[in-house]
């Protein structure tokens, strides 16, 4: 008899949780989270999950209860007897803190990953990692997915750019803006930042052509949106045309809104894998949850799922 498969959301993204399930041709199942006076988390499921294959979809962005309420959906589950759990996290907050680059601090993105796999994870499914050496901190196994294909497949076809220049906002995002530039056929350029203190990034130097050109932002996440709006006033000094981003994770904390508000980008296209704070005529979304929802069904069956490993 085949396993039967169930999924299960947290509170921290409802509305890519449904969508994932219905993208599945499923429904959410019946589970209770619930805080106590005291702040407290609580959890359980409302439905027997013995011997089922389990998938939990939780976003861990701050604050901590993302991450706690994870935890105890785990715990539960393996409590009662699933065959198998899989923690579905579209955004894996704490990645930034990957390795110890100061003196006496922690390395945030380890410690969670021993905190899933200690709460019961036997699998795990994420999008965009803000370091892909974050694979190797789980020692169980790891699928990455990546929103270039939702992003790709949107400026292809349903609004391509003429005249269009990729721009890596930064070093480390080089490698990710050379892999759109190519697959949509476009120019490649990058710029040279210094981060004098955490949330704060100034532009130094623009590496490329981009005077007369359509420009095209990309990066994995936005969280004070410092980055990406001084990339755009520096590029649109330069002689840019127009200046539209795209960006998987809208973190978007602090004057972010502002920012990207009083700023020269035109567009700011992002995904649901964090749900946004507020509207705003410049965000627009777009869903990853048909991504997800054929990453759970190949995990469930055992098929490959190398073809959705496209960076």
């Known amino acids: 008899m085949d396993t039967p498969l169930a999924i299960?959301?947290?509170?921290?993204?409802?509305?890519?949780?449904?969508?994932?399930?219905?993208?599945?041709?499923?429904?959410?199942?019946?589970?209770?989270?619930?805080?106590?006076?005291?702040?407290?988390?609580?959890?359980?499921?409302?439905q027997s999950i013995r011997g089922?294959?389990?998938?939990?979809?939780?976003?861990?962005?701050?604050?901590?209860?993302?991450?706690?309420?994870?935890?105890?959906?785990?715990?539960?589950?393996?409590?009662?007897?699933?065959?198998?759990?899989?923690?579905?996290?579209?955004?894996?907050?704490?990645?930034?803190?990957?390795?110890?680059?100061?003196?006496?601090?922690?390395?945030?993105?380890?410690?969670?990953a021993n905190l899933l796999v200690e709460a019961g994870a036997d699998r795990i499914l994420t999008m965009d990692l803000h370091a892909s050496q974050i694979q190797g901190f789980f020692d169980i196994p790891l699928d990455h997915l990546y929103a270039s294909r939702a992003f790709i497949d949107h400026y292809k076809k349903e609004d391509p750019i003429d005249n269009l220049v990729v721009v890596a906002p930064d070093v480390g995002s080089i490698k990710m803006a050379r892999s759109y530039s190519k697959r949509i056929g476009a120019s490649l350029a990058f710029i040279d930042k210094r981060r004098p203190k955490q949330n704060v990034a100034e532009v130094m130097n623009i590496i490329g052509e981009v005077?007369?050109?359509?420009?095209?932002?990309?990066?994995?996440?936005?969280?004070?949106?410092?980055t990406l709006t001084n990339a755009a006033v520096a590029l649109k000094k330069r002689g840019a045309l127009s200046i539209r981003a795209a960006s998987t994770h809208p973190i978007l904390s602090g004057p972010a809104y502002q920012r990207i508000e009083d700023s020269p980008i035109d567009e700011l296209l992002v995904t649901d894998t964090v749900p946004l704070r507020k509207p705003s005529e410049k965000i627009k979304v777009l869903s990853v949850a048909s991504i997800f929802a054929e990453a759970i069904e190949r995990i469930h069956t055992n098929d490959t799922i190398s073809a959705l490993f496209d960076d």
């Not at 089922?52 to 993302?66: C, H």
């Open 8 to 46: 299960f959301a947290g509170r921290s993204n409802i509305a890519l949780s449904r969508a994932i399930a219905e993208s599945y041709g499923t429904k959410l199942g019946e589970v209770t989270i619930k805080s106590f006076s005291d702040g407290e988390l609580y959890a359980k499921y409302e």
């Open 52 to 112: 089922e294959d389990v998938f939990l979809i939780q976003s861990t962005p701050p604050p901590g209860d993302n991450i706690i309420e994870l935890l105890l959906l785990l715990d539960a589950a393996k409590r009662a007897s699933v065959k198998r759990v899989t923690a579905v996290i579209p955004y894996f907050g704490y990645a930034r803190q990957d390795r110890k680059d100061q003196p006496r601090v922690s390395i945030a993105a380890k410690l969670m």
């Open 211 to 226: 005077r007369g050109k359509n420009i095209l932002i990309i990066d994995d996440l936005i969280d004070t949106a410092g």
